[in-house]
């Protein structure tokens, strides 16, 4: 039986993981209904009511006195600034990692209909691996925090049909752009969404450029469990995993199932125990991560006690 969810424990599991140079973490962190088990409802309150923007703006700071690591999708939107960075780093200690999303400039091929990419929606992308902007306008205003960035995701949205000339160019452009980055001091892993991707070509490039493929559970993609059993799939000296969805639901069916992420709604044994199975025995020579999202189960926090109980943690 899987203990309640005990703040201090928890708290004390993740940093003597993270002193053997595994991260645990949430994919972000501003969820009110984590408020009673991570957060002090007593922290927030203005008149005796929740004050959203003060929960907002400090959460972070509670949220580092539990995890060590957290995933920030906030860069995939838009280049980080300085300002930005440098606020994220002054609210959590020095043992603590932010593992960023890669800004969706560099990792989208066509941008899809969305009112938010404007005239742009539906054309291909002149900037799609652009190895200059990426140095430039994303990992440029990192450096300043480098101590405590993790790893760096390429999150490559499902690719249609039709994007590429011929079935090896997305691998070839890969190759290409990891050779014309800098490596010394940084960790990438690559999150792709195509199952037919996960072939050896793609595992080899990345294994020789010392880049994580990060296991994830997503809606047409083979389980975390699946994907580490591929023969080749661990291509780097560390481990990167996203526990993000059920694998064959939508994301919009679980925002709609678990909101407000009070609790876990539904139980996930398998990403459990693949969970602690990598915290147990996953690569560890440089910092490796893994994270949860509340889309999983309904409640990241309390995954995460799950994977850290079975794998004999907590």
């Known amino acids: 039986m899987i203990p309640r969810l005990d703040r201090d424990q928890l708290a004390a599991a993740a940093s003597a993981l993270a002193r053997e140079n595994v991260f645990i973490g949430t994919s972000s962190w501003k969820y009110p209904g984590w408020i009673g088990s991570v957060y002090d409802e007593q922290r927030y309150l203005w008149r005796g009511k929740l004050a959203q923007s003060r ?46 999303k890669v800004t969706e400039e560099i990792t989208i091929r066509r941008f899809p209909n969305l009112d938010r990419h404007g005239s742009r929606a539906g054309q291909d992308n002149p900037d799609f691996l652009n190895a200059d902007l990426f140095v430039n306008a994303f990992l440029a205003p990192c450096a300043e925090i480098r101590a405590k960035i993790g790893v760096l995701l390429f999150e490559f949205s499902r690719f249609h049909p039709g994007l590429f000339s011929r079935g090896a160019e997305f691998v ?61 799939s661990t291509t780097a000296d560390f481990f990167a995993a996203r526990f993000l969805l059920k694998p064959g639901r939508r994301y919009a069916d679980a925002v709609a199932s678990f909101a407000p992420y009070q609790h876990v709604v539904e139980a996930n044994q398998e990403a459990r125990e693949s969970g602690a199975d990598l915290l147990r025995k996953g690569p560890r020579a440089r910092s490796s991560f893994l994270y949860v999202n509340n889309r999983l189960e309904g409640n990241a926090p309390a995954t995460l006690a799950a994977m850290l109980h079975l794998a004999g943690r907590l």
């Open 172 to 232: 070839e452009r890969l190759d290409h752009f990891f050779e014309s980055i800098p490596k010394e001091g940084w960790q990438y892993g690559v999150e792709i969404r195509n199952p037919s991707l996960l072939h050896p070509m793609y595992f080899e490039t990345l294994r020789k450029h010392g880049v994580s493929h990060v296991f994830n559970n997503w809606e047409r993609m083979p389980s975390v469990e699946a994907q580490r059993y591929l023969p080749g």
């Open 55 to 100: 929960f907002d703006a400090h959460c972070l700071e509670e949220y580092a006195t539990v995890f060590k690591s957290v995933g920030v999708d906030a860069g995939y939107y838009r280049f980080p600034d300085d300002r930005f960075l440098r606020r994220l780093a002054s609210q959590v200690p020095d043992d603590f990692r932010f593992s960023f």
